[in-house]
C-alpha cells in the first residue's frame, strides 16, 4: 500500500478502539467518493422512530420520574425488576466507574476477561490498577479463585460467540460462593431469545445492557446496569442527581416500550445480515461469526481489502490483535449493499 494511508504510519486502524471516526479517514483519503459508508461500529442503521420533543424539555434538568420512568421501560424490556436497573449516560461510562466503586465492596484478587472481546472493559479494569488475566473465550473457563471478577461478552464482540444460560448460571454461582462476581456484557443481546437477566436477582451477577446499538441511537447515549449487588447502589449515589438527559428519558423510554418495533426489527436485521453475508463470502471471505448487527470474516488479504474498501468509501473494523479479520455492520439500505458489492468485486 502507499500513499497517504502509508506516510501516516498506520500499521493498524487509526481507529482500532470502537470504529467510526469518519472524519479522520475523510482526511487519509480525500479522494474516496462520497458519502461515506460506515460499517465499522454494529449499531443498528434504521433507528427507533425519535419520539417528538417538546422544545421546553431542553431548558429543564429531568425530573426524577422521568428517570424512573425510563428505568422502569427499561426493567420491563429488559424482564427484571426496576430495583435492579441502574442507568448512566452510555454503557461505556458505568464500564469505567464499576471497578472503581466495586472496590468497596471487597478487592477483586483476579480480573478475568474472555477475549479477544470488546477493549473497553480491560482499559477500565487496567486503569483502576488491576492485571489482567485474558484466557481464549472457547476455553473451558477455570473455576474461580477468591474474590475473583470474570467479564465475558455474550453475544461476544467480535467473533458472535454466546455462553448458555447454564453455563452463565453456573459461572455466577461459583463465583459468588468465592466472593467474586462475573460481568456479563450483553451489548448485542437485544435481538436474541434469551438473557442473562432472567437470572437476576443474583449476588455474583452483573450485566450491561447497550441501548444505542440496538435502537440505532448511540448518540442518545444511555446504558444500563442489571443487577441486585449493592455495587450499582453506590454508582447511582455517585453520579448525583441527574445520570441521563432529559431528552434522553423520553427517548429512551419511547423506544424501550416499543416491542412491537423490537420484534418486527429482529425479523428485518435478520434478513439484511443474511444478504450482507451472502454479498462478503461470495467475494471470498470466509464467515467466522456474528451477530444480527455485525458479522466477522477472515481473509489473508484482510488488510488489502481494508484499505480498498477505504478508498470506495466503506470503512469496515480492523483489528490489531489479528490481521486477517474484518467486522462488517448492516449497510442501512439497498443502493449501499450494492456499493459494497461492487467495491468488494
Known amino acids: ?87 448512566g449516560a452510555g454503557t461505556q461510562m458505568l464500564i469505567g466507574l464499576l471497578p472503581v466503586f466495586l472496590q468497596r465492596f471487597f478487592t477483586p484478587s483476579v480480573i478475568r476477561i474472555l477475549g479477544p472481546t470488546y477493549s473497553g472493559h480491560d482499559a477500565a479494569w487496567r486503569e483502576a490498577g488491576f492485571a489482567i488475566d485474558t484466557v481464549p473465550y472457547e476455553a473451558a473457563p477455570a473455576m474461580p479463585v477468591s474474590h475473583m471478577v470474570s467479564v465475558v461478552c455474550s453475544p461476544n464482540n467480535p467473533t458472535g460467540h454466546r455462553l448458555t444460560l447454564g453455563e452463565i448460571a453456573s459461572l455466577a454461582e461459583s463465583h459468588a460462593r468465592l466472593g467474586g462476581m462475573i460481568v456479563v456484557d450483553e451489548a448485542f443481546a437485544d435481538f436474541c431469545p434469551e438473557s442473562a437477566a432472567s437470572l437476576l436477582p443474583h449476588p455474583g451477577l452483573v450485566i450491561c445492557r447497550s441501548f444505542g446499538k440496538a435502537y440505532g441511537l448511540a448518540g442518545v447515549r444511555i446504558g444500563f446496569l442489571l443487577g441486585s449487588h449493592p455495587v450499582l447502589h453506590a454508582m447511582r449515589a455517585a453520579m448525583g442527581p441527574w445520570p441521563v438527559s432529559t431528552p434522553a428519558c423520553h427517548i429512551g423510554r419511547d423506544a424501550l416500550c416499543d416491542r412491537d418495533w423490537r420484534m418486527a426489527m429482529a425479523s428485518r436485521l435478520e434478513r439484511e445480515m443474511a444478504a450482507l453475508r451472502q454479498v462478503v463470502t461470495r467475494a471470498g471471505l470466509d464467515f467466522v461469526g456474528g451477530t444480527s448487527l455485525f458479522s466477522l470474516f477472515r481473509s489473508p488479504q484482510a488488510r488489502k481489502i481494508w484499505e480498498m474498501l477505504a478508498q470506495a468509501g466503506l470503512l469496515v473494523r480492523r483489528f490489531e490483535w489479528d490481521e486477517t479479520l474484518l467486522r462488517f455492520g448492516l449497510p442501512p439500505d439497498e443502493a449501499s449493499l450494492r456499493r459494497l458489492s461492487r467495491a468488494l468485486g
Not at 21 to 30: G, M, T, V, Y
Open 1 to 87: 500500500m502507499t500513499g497517504l494511508h502509508e506516510k501516516t504510519d498506520h500499521s493498524m486502524t487509526p481507529w482500532p478502539v470502537h470504529g467510526g471516526r469518519l472524519s479522520e479517514l475523510a482526511r487519509l483519503f480525500p479522494a474516496a467518493p462520497t458519502p461515506w459508508i460506515d460499517l465499522s461500529t454494529g449499531i443498528n442503521p434504521h433507528a427507533h422512530p425519535l419520539v417528538r420533543l417538546d422544545p421546553s424539555l431542553m431548558q429543564r434538568l429531568p425530573d426524577p420520574l422521568e428517570e424512573q420512568a425510563l428505568r422502569f421501560a427499561a426493567a420491563e424490556a429488559y424482564g427484571v425488576s426496576p430495583d435492579h436497573v441502574l442507568v
